[in-house]
């Protein structure tokens, strides 16, 4: 039986090639007598139909054998005879030309349809007289020839079939069995037993399969200097493997057998005997296989072609990717069989050759697997392989749309295109509807370098059924001539015959590009999937003695020790980090600038990065001012009375409110004061997102803001960045460079982690410590373990080189270690942070204390609230004078009311209109709750104070209006679309989570630590400790910054910026705003 078997073959949607089911399984033997004499032969034409072998065991059974047209004497019998009976309707079976010889390579047989004859065996065809061949398969009547050597022999001819030669064939397997030292007599018995299966309706299993037993053990017996003299006895072992195929595939429930593994016994036999039999290169052909087997030295087989091209062929890789496998071997015998239809019945979809590669060495197998370059089968493709053709005139402005139906997710599709002359084509993919500008699942561009191809991959397709199309155009083609397209869409798939699951699978194999209508590339790296053993076990302690080995410490104190000293350093260090928390909580919050008006609702989030230089962090007070496309800013000062900010290396970020939308923000102004003790302040970039629209400028200014550094100044200007430069490869890798080593470098990040990150020092200083314990834990259980002479060799350079049980051992590891450490690491850093109920004693309306009113205080208000408005040109509103005594309120009252007519004038409502009517409201709310606070007294006369009274309250009337129909009539802003994942969040709640399975992990690991260096003993535990110590030197300062580089790099090349992150403090200093403004205005709700 095969232990491991592969085979390669490609499968065609819709079209199924199994072997033939027979005819009839039970046939009744009638009587027949002897009718006809030539010489002293007697011609006996038997009427019933038989298979050719049948027919053959009938004429042996009734004491002759089917009729050999040797020479022109029997023909012209044979015309005579057919003007005496009528017999020239029907076909006869004869012996001459039954098969094709074993060791001739010429091509097989075919029909007058073209198509291949599995089995070519000999019938006769009278009136005229033919010769001719077929599927020995078919039933046929049948001549058989009875030499007359006395009168009784002819009266035995005459007797019925049921009483005529019919004796006991059941001794005939069990002197098989005696005989499996001795093979022709072996093969004596095998081949009277298979004339005896070929009349029997069914033979036993035990008896079949002791038949496969005894045949193979004769086979292996063989001396290979015997079988090599002697190749007639390797062509009768083949012979009567094939002979018992033909029988066993014939039976009408083949293909719902139970015994999957039927061909591989059977195959095992012919591969052993032509393995013993071939001495530089020999081809076996029989009527449904082909064998080629090759004996070469290792190096001779690389890159070497096993096969034909008309059968298929194998081409294999290079001698360094198998000299590991292969490369201590004196000789090599190779050897590659392809089958005419597919040995394995099954529900897969399956057509075409079939492939079958073995490697020995001449006495076992070499399992080829995990090969650094594939092995390259190429399998004909029968012309019934859901090839579509198509062929469209294109022209510079038209496109070719196909269709194709997906039913076999895996399947792979090829999409070849002639065109009529040289040109670049361009294809879409989509699925459900045609491809688009905008809507595509994939695209390439064609040319003649790549021979016009594209494989379309079941990765491409996303595995997904349905509908898919692809659009064909001609690309940068100006010329005013047609160009013909001649379109080939086909189907192909490569699978492999697992000798364990007994199914088709396609795992370790793929199409080729070099695959066409005829021919399909398979590309595999094994020859056989699934060695004996996959996984290395570690060393083996004994839990049960965990007393007994813990009270060793006196003796093995090293392990102890060193954990004593790992906890000591994690408590300290700890205790740091919580403090470093402490101080870091105070300075997260969105600070909501002091000096933006309380009415001002349209709001940006200014995100400032301050460097990590020496001496970037400014003393100095700051101020910005920004300017837009319809209007600029105010000078604001960027300061917060309850934290220190633009200290170095952090990230502060600011609320800053202003009364209409300033349109697309162009340049950004940054000046400092110059005051306190170190003033030079170096900026790194600002961020400014529009809350309303979720639009981002970026601000690259990565410079000095110092009378002393840099260039001297004190006060520059920023552009925004272009799309161009925000996504250039130098800003994505600094930034994700930057942000890995202070984020995702989990031993670095415990020093200056981002500013506003939710996961803690605290938090990362002890998944450094699980961590740490983790790989301690499985370090020690794999430390030392024995090595595996069997482990085959991948990489070697010198001395250094790494076996297949290194690869599982570090594999093993990652699946134990990080996969719990992740998941801990990811809960911290998704974690949304406890918002905190503000106390009573935090009331804002308690601490809250309004300033007193006053005429001045009026006159102030309403001077700023005019010269706000009057900075946008589309408000048409001049800056007024300077406003002095209590007169000039009712006239700047005015030209408010003005303004107000004007916005209520405008027919078209838009962010700008709304968000300053409503600006105007809350500057109105707040003089009319003002003026009633002062009395007549204050003004000149009481007259003027009922009219600035009065003519107040209307603006206020007229303003809510105003604001009311344009917020109902202004259409919702065009917001960016977010990724679903980038809002995902776990509940406060999760900390503790991570903080239990952090707990039970480090205690875990500790505890298996402890038992492993007790059991190791002092001197090997020594030596532990110093492997640990190199392995964390080499994990904190080698593969992590690797990592990060390398994740930068990725991003970089994808050119993928980094994201800015929604925070929920923004939330919350957003509700602080409206508490303000419910405070200025004296309303709960504009």
Known sequence: MLSQVFILLWISAGCLSLTEKCETCLGEKLAVTCEFFWRNVCLEFVEETETWYQARSSCE????????????????????????????????????????????????????KGKALKEPCTYLKLNPLQLRTSDCKRRRRFLCSHTLVSPSSLENIRKPMDTVGHRSKRD???????????????????????????????????????????????TNNLNRSFALENPGIIDRIIKCSNALWSLVSQECDFEDNENKDLFERIFEITKAASLKGVDKERIT?????????????????????????????????SFSAMESLIGHYDEIIAQVATFSSNPHPSADNISGRVCNIVLSDGKSEILMKNLSEMIEIF?????????????????????????????????????????????????????????????????????????????????????????????????????????????????????????????????????????????????????TLFG?????????????????????????YVVLALLCAFYGLYLITLMWACYADRRASSK??????????????????????????????????????LTGTEADSTIHTLTDPDKPVFERGSFDMFLLSTPFPLGELKTLRLQQDNSGGHPSWYVSKVTIQDLQTKNVWHFFCNCWLSSDQGDGMTKKTFNSAKTNEIASFRNIFTSRTSTGFRDEHIWVSIVDPPSRSPFTRAQRVSCCMCLLLCTMAINIAFWNIPLDPNSSVLFSMGSIQMTWQDLMVGVQCGL????????????????????????????????????????????????????????????????????????????????LHILIQYIQGESESDNHWVYCSKFLLAGLCNLHMNLEKLDAKNFSSPEEYQSALNTTNLLVRKAEMVFTSHLSNCPAPVRKKKKATAGFKLPWWCVFIGWFLLISISGISTYFTLLYGFQYGKEKSIKWVMSLGLSLFESIFILQPLKVIGVAVVFALLLKPVAVEETEEAAQVLLAQQDRCRRYTGRDML
């Open 816 to 895: 134990l270690m990080f996969p719990i450490n992740i998941l801990i690491i990811t809960i911290f850093r998704s974690i949304r942070p406890r918002i905190v109920s503000q106390s009573k004693n935090d009331n804002p309306d308690e601490i809250f204390k309004p300033p007193i009113v006053t005429i001045p205080t009026i006159l102030r208000e309403t001077e700023h609230l005019i010269s706000l408005v009057s900075m946008n040109p589309r408000n048409k509103m001049s800056e007024m004078l300077k406003l002095e005594a209590s007169c000039d309120l009712v006239p700047a009252l005015e030209r």
């Open 588 to 625: 997260r919050k969105i600070t909501l600038l002091e000096d933006s008006h309380p009415g001002a609702h349209y709001n940006y989030l200014i995100g400032i990065q301050t460097g990590h230089r020496r001496g970037a962090g400014t003393s100095a007070n700051v101020t910005i001012k």
């Open 379 to 527: 399998l004909p493709r029968p012309s019934s392989s859901g090839l579509t053709n198509s062929t469209v005139v294109m022209t510079k402005d038209t496109r070719s749309l196909s269709q194709i139906n997906i039913s076999d997710t895996e399947m792979t599709i090829l999409f070849h295109v002639e065109p009529s002359i040289n040109v670049s084509l361009a294809v879409f993919l989509s699925y459900g509807s045609p491809p688009n500008s905008t809507y595509y699942h994939n695209k390439t561009i064609l040319n003649y370098t790549d021979d016009y191809r594209w494989l379309i991959t079941p990765e491409m397709l996303q595995k997904t059924q349905g509908a898919w199309y692809l659009e064909t155009s001609l690309l940068n083609f100006t010329l005013e001539t047609e160009v013909t397209l001649n379109i080939n869409t086909y189907f192909s798939r490569c699978l492999y015959w697992h000798t364990e699951k007994l199914e088709w699978s396609d795992e370790g194999c793929r199409v080729g590009e070099k695959s066409t209508p005829e021919l399909t590339q398979c590309l595999c790296n094994h020859m």
């Open 172 to 218: 005939l397997v069990h002197n098989m069995g005696l005989n499996v030292d001795n093979i022709t007599v072996l093969l004596t018995h095998a081949e009277k037993k298979l004339r005896h299966m070929e009349t029997t309706v069914r033979e036993p299993k035990e008896s079949m399969d002791k038949f496969i037993e005894y045949l193979l053990d004769g």
């Open 285 to 317: 052909k029989t009527p449904s296989a082909t064998v080629y087997t090759s004996a070469r030295k290792p190096n001779e087989l690389a890159h070497s072609v096993l096969g034909s091209e008309e059968d298929g062929y194998v081409k294999l890789p």
């Open 61 to 112: 059974e009734r004491g002759g054998k089917l009729l050999n047209v040797r020479n022109s004497s029997i023909k012209m019998f044979l015309s005579n005879i057919t003007r005496e009976k009528n017999t020239s309707t029907f076909t006869w079976w004869v012996e001459n030309g039954v098969q094709t010889p074993h060791r001739d390579p010429t091509t097989s047989l075919k029909s007058s």
């Open 532 to 556: 004996s053993s996959f996984f290395v076990m570690p060393n083996y302690v004994d839990v049960s003695r965990t007393a007994e080995l813990f009270a060793t410490v006196n003796e093995n």
